[in-house]
């Protein structure tokens, strides 16, 4: 089985393979693999040369926007200042116009100097150095061939790269674990020293060589991590640990943020200094020749090796784990763990890694310990949701005015100006929110994300955005005048209503001003202004937005008229009649009357958070490409269908919501699993959905909970699962746990009659 071939973005490129260390834990010169005898010491000018081409060849084959170099060993600095500025200076000369150069090199420190780091200072090579903890910690193998620490001169160059003119260097330090070693020990030496990062390291092992473990435990390298993380936390979390890092981003649904777990295709090269193309260096550790591939920069691309079928089988994500980690809820974190440590001789890599306890517990550990943390408020709390939302609206809406800002559009940076001052004082800014944070202003807000840059697409986006700033200054009752464009003869003011001012066809501008409980419309070309009195009154030439229902239940505001309600995938109704609306109104009590009865919790966060419903001309009730608090109301149907409808809507609304704005589950693929319902094989994400749906519909009518207990076993075993996915189905238990369900469907419709 192979994948599409994926570019590579990170080389290792080794000018050295020597070193001038004895470390007994080196997987280049300890392990399997003894290539090195046979390298050169230092790497050739026609290795640096053909290195640099085959780099810039790459990018530009790939169109790749930058690429990253990591200077290795050996030990790097031994082949010298003028044979790394000769790297330097060609790899940075064969990228210039074609891709962005990011230089590293990875050092054990020893030889490091004001030298050196003026080079790097040069051109920018980022520094990591390599330290294992405390002197007691480092020399336990970091040591020079005679015994003699190598503590004192790492620790200088440390407090060298420390210094302000290098400070812009430091990429902080790279510790390999000992679990001999006090983990709070070594942790508070390394942060002691304040890099940018650290970088755990499990040792390279594997199931014919695995890892020490002196009392045999089978999750000693998980305990001597938690043990660290523990007093990471204590101290803030102020420092990044990479590793750390990586599984709470996975457990959110995030990218992980290291080779040695997750599932992210691999998209790194080796060079040794002899020109020869390599797979990763871990490799070695295998077994002789693991790393290998038969190319060389001489004869063959980049791409030549990204089909090699070692490189493929490390990009096939998921299908590429053993059956085992395929069934483990924790592969999304983990990955299966690095490559290498997979090993066996009898069957190669098809197997979990040799630290697969260590590291089942320590992502399970770490997401017991940071759910609170990480997770989204707005699963459990309604209003969370809502803010949420609004936030992601303002998010979109920045993201607009970078865009439309750039052209030098005068009516989007007029409208964005007058937003400002709207939002300066607290009545403005709250309406603003109120405007901004609608339903259909995110159908607004994507649609033109959509769109190609042209002046017409800016004109409107403008016309859009000051209208919502026109409805805010009205709400607020400000003091400000704002330019509004109109068209077809009609001003929409959102959540305020619309204003025929002109004949069908015609366009212009006008300007907004509050005026008492209403507002003005002036039309600078004809000099004519409208004065309408009350926002919520209908008067000739407006038309509000109207609330109906109330009697038995909450008023919701009637969405007839927004220009961006057309977002169901089915036609709305064009603006209702008084009697249309008022026979809605009705409806809708006698199907709240039923929800309050039968679901009240559902029914009380639904009036909380429900601010616009849209009837629609065909189809039934449904929620579209909107942000939260929206509904598009389906025709026919008598008061117990209208019930379920909405009921089903309003979950089916909030699910999308929640997607919008938080991770439920993770986003870089998901597999296929069975629903109990119909037995058909979905994604994830369906059938988490179609479970929301029928846990809400069912406390309303019990026949849709068929099925829904083994749906949520399906789901919380699932590895697409994130931690705000978690507490979402910790939820759904409850909603369960606290359910009137037990009597039969017949039952309760008795109750309801």
């Known amino acids: 089985m192979t994948g599409p071939l994926v570019p590579f973005r990170e080389v290792v490129l080794k000018v050295h393979s020597r070193c001038d260390l004895a470390c007994d834990h080196c997987y280049i010169y300890e392990h399997a693999d003894q290539s090195w005898r046979t390298r050169p010491k230092s790497i050739s000018d026609e290795a640096i040369s053909w290195t640099a081409r085959r780099l810039a060849e790459h990018a530009s084959e790939h169109a790749l926007d930058s690429m990253s170099v990591i200077l290795h060993g050996g030990e790097p ?6 044979r790394l500025r000769r790297v330097c200076e060609e790899l940075t000369s064969a990228l210039t116009g074609i891709a962005e150069l990011d230089l590293r090199i990875h050092t054990n420190g020893v030889q490091l100097s004001p030298r050196y780091l003026d080079l790097f200072d040069e051109f920018d090579v980022k520094v990591g150095i390599s330290l294992d903890g405390d002197r007691a910690a480092n020399d336990r193998h970091r040591v020079f061939a005679n015994g003699r620490s190598s503590h004192p001169l790492v620790l200088g160059a440390v407090e060298l790269l420390r210094q302000d003119r290098y400070r812009h260097l430091d990429l902080g330090l790279l510790c390999t674990i000992d679990i001999r070693n006090d983990p709070v020990a070594v942790f508070d030496a390394l942060a002691e020293l304040d890099p940018p990062q650290i970088d755990f390291l499990l040792p390279h092992a594997t199931w014919d060589e695995p890892p020490l473990r002196p009392d045999g435990s089978p999750t000693a390298y998980a305990d001597w991590l938690l043990a660290a993380f523990d007093r990471w936390t204590e101290q803030g979390q102020k420092l990044p640990v990479r590793l750390f890092s990586s599984v709470m981003s996975t457990l959110s649904g995030g990218p992980s943020l290291t080779e040695s777990l997750g599932l992210a295709p691999t998209d790194l090269v080796v060079i040794e200094t002899d020109g020869q193309l390599e797979q990763v260096d871990s490799l070695k550790s295998a077994y002789e020749g693991a790393a290998a591939t038969g190319f060389d920069v001489f004869s063959h691309s980049f791409d030549d090796v990204a089909a090699h079928p070692g490189v493929q089988a490390r990009q096939l994500g998921l299908a590429g784990v053993s059956e085992t980690c395929r069934a483990c809820p924790v592969v999304r974190s983990c990955g299966g763990g690095l490559y290498t440590h997979r090993y066996r001789t009898s069957n190669g890599f098809d197997n979990p890694s040799v630290y697969c306890s260590d590291l089942a517990t320590l992502v399970r550990a770490i997401e017991e310990r940071t759910a609170a943390s990480i997770g989204s408020p707005a699963v459990t709390e309604p209003t969370a949701l809502v803010e949420a939302g609004q936030d992601l609206n303002r998010t979109l809406l920045a993201a607009l005015h970078d865009r439309f800002g750039a052209l030098g559009h005068a009516g989007w940076d007029e409208a964005w100006e007058l937003a400002a001052r709207t939002e300066r004082t607290e009545r403005g800014a709250a309406a603003l929110d109120q405007v901004i944070g609608h339903p259909y202003a995110r159908t607004w807000l994507l649609g033109v994300q959509r769109m190609p840059d042209d002046r017409a697409q800016a004109d409107r986006a403008a016309g859009r955005l000051a209208a919502s700033v026109a409805a805010a200054v ?30 069908p066809g015609e366009q212009g501008t006008v300007v907004v001003r509050a005026a008492g409980e209403g507002f003005l419309v002036h039309k600078e070309d004809r000099g004519g202004t409208m004065r309408i009195v009350g926002t919520d009154t209908e008067e000739p030439g407006w038309f509000p937005l ?43 009590d006698s199907a709240w009357r039923l929800l309050r009865r039968t679901v009240p919790e559902q029914a009380a966060e639904a009036a909380r958070t429900m601010v616009a419903l849209t009837p629609l001309a065909s189809g039934t009730t449904r929620a ?46 998901e597999w296929e699993h069975k629903t109990p319902w119909s037995h058909e094989s979905v994604p994830f994400s369906r059938l988490l959905s179609e479970t929301f749906q029928r846990v809400g519909t069912g406390l309303f009518e019990p026949r ?43 039952e309760q419709l008795q109750e309801r009659s």
Request: with cysteine; hydrophobic share 40%.
């Open 546 to 588: 109207r609330r109906v229902g109330g009697d038995d239940g909450p008023r919701f505001v009637l969405d007839d008229l927004d220009p961006y309600r057309d977002c169901f995938g089915t036609p709305v109704a064009s603006r209702l009649t008084p009697q249309e609306a008022d026979a809605w109104g009705v409806r809708l």
């Open 704 to 746: 849709f909970l068929d099925g829904v207990q083994q749906a949520l076993d399906t789901l919380e075993s699932a590895p697409e699962l994130t931690v705000d996915g978690t507490r979402l189905l910790a939820g759904l238990r409850k909603e369960l746990a606290g359910s009137p369900c037990a009597s039969s469907g017949e």
């Open 474 to 503: 009205v709400r607020a009752g400000l003091e400000l005048t704002v330019p509004v464009r109109f068209e077809d003869g009609r001003l929409f003011l959102p959540t305020l209503g619309e204003a025929r001012i002109g004949e």
């Open 77 to 82: 600095l031994l082949a010298g200042p003028a």
């Open 624 to 669: 579209g490409e909107h942000g939260y608090g929206a509904l598009g109301l389906g025709v026919g149907g008598g008061d117990e269908e209208l019930a379920l409808a909405l009921l089903r809507g309003f979950r089916e609304a909030k699910f999308m919501a929640l997607v919008g704005v938080t991770d439920l589950f993770a986003a870089d693929g």
